[in-house]
C-alpha cells in the first residue's frame, strides 16, 4: 500500500516569494491534514480536512495561507509571500474516518521550506 | 486547552540503559495518548497508542501507560538501542467533537543512544 506522498522534498525561496505544496494521502483516507514543523520544534496543526470540507483552519495564517482540497483526495497548500518565519518543514498526514479519536495519522516525509 | 508536555529536550544514554522519556498532559476529556518517533529526515511514525482498557502497549520493546490521575503517559524500555536514537513525540487527540480528530504534539524529546 503506498503511503502519503508530498512533493517537492525541498524548496528554497526569497522573501515575498509564492509557493505550493502538493499531498496525495493513502487512497481510502477521508481525513486529511497539514502540519508545519520548524526547526526543533514539534509538528503544529495548520488545517485539517474531511473529504473536502475545512474541519479547523483556525490556524492557518489566513493572510498568506491557504489550502484546498478539491475533490476529496489530492490538496494544495499554498503560501502567498512567504516570510523567513515561513522557513519549517510542511507535513501532510492522512488517517482513515472520522469514527474514533484513536485512529493512526500517518504522515509523508514532508516538505523541507527555507525562505531567504 | 489541549495540551501535552514534555520536559526534556535531549536524553543522552549508553546502549544498554533503561529509557525513560516523559510525558504529561492537559485535557478536559479523557484523551488518546499516542508516541510517534521521527528518525532523522523522515517522517513521523507511530510507535504505540493508549487503549481505552487498561492493556499497556508495547512496540519494538517499548512501553507506556497511560496514568489518569497523575496525567501521564511516560515512554519507556529496559534497554536502549543504538537504532533507538530518533525524536520522540507524545501526543494526544482529545477525545470530544470534531476536536477528536486533531493530534496535538509535544514539542518532542531527541533520544541519543552511545555505545
Known amino acids: 500500500e503506498a503511503g502519503v506522498t508530498q512533493s517537492p522534498r525541498y524548496a528554497v525561496l526569497q522573501e515575498g516569494q509564492a509557493v505550493s505544496f502538493w499531498c496525495d494521502p493513502i487512497?481510502?483516507?477521508?481525513?486529511l491534514y497539514w502540519y508545519q514543523q520548524p526547526r526543533d520544534q514539534g509538528p503544529q496543526l495548520l488545517v485539517y480536512?474531511?473529504?473536502?470540507?475545512?474541519?479547523?483552519n483556525s490556524q492557518l495564517p489566513s493572510d498568506r495561507f491557504s489550502a484546498v482540497r478539491p475533490k476529496g483526495t489530492n490538496s494544495t497548500l499554498k503560501i502567498q509571500s512567504a516570510k523567513q518565519g515561513d522557513t519549517a518543514t510542511y507535513l501532510c498526514?492522512?488517517?482513515?474516518?472520522?469514527?474514533?479519536?484513536?485512529?493512526?495519522?500517518?504522515f509523508g516525509s514532508g516538505t523541507r521550506l527555507t525562505v531567504l | 486547552g489541549d495540551s501535552v508536555t514534555q520536559t526534556e529536550g535531549l536524553v543522552t544514554l549508553t546502549e544498554g540503559l533503561p529509557v525513560m522519556l516523559n510525558c504529561t498532559y492537559q485535557?478536559?476529556?479523557?484523551?488518546?495518548l499516542f508516541w510517534y518517533v521521527q528518525h532523522l529526515n523522515e517522517a513521523p511514525k507511530l510507535l504505540l497508542k493508549?487503549?481505552?482498557?487498561?492493556k499497556r502497549p508495547e512496540h519494538q520493546g517499548f512501553h507506556a501507560t497511560l496514568h489518569k490521575s497523575s496525567s501521564s503517559f511516560h515512554l519507556q524500555k529496559s534497554s536502549a538501542q543504538l537504532s533507538d536514537s530518533a525524536l520522540y513525540y507524545c501526543?494526544?487527540?482529545?477525545?470530544?467533537?470534531?476536536?477528536?480528530?486533531?493530534?496535538?504534539f509535544g514539542i518532542g524529546t531527541l533520544l541519543s543512544v552511545k555505545p
Open positions: 493508549s487503549f481505552t482498557d487498561n
Open positions: 485535557s478536559t476529556y479523557s484523551p488518546f
Open positions: 487512497s481510502g483516507h477521508d481525513t
Open positions: 480536512f474531511r473529504d473536502e470540507a475545512v474541519i479547523d
Open positions: 498526514a492522512s488517517r482513515a474516518g472520522l469514527g474514533t479519536s484513536a485512529e493512526t495519522l500517518y
Open positions: 501526543a494526544l487527540t482529545p477525545n470530544y467533537g470534531s476536536s477528536g480528530n486533531k493530534l496535538i
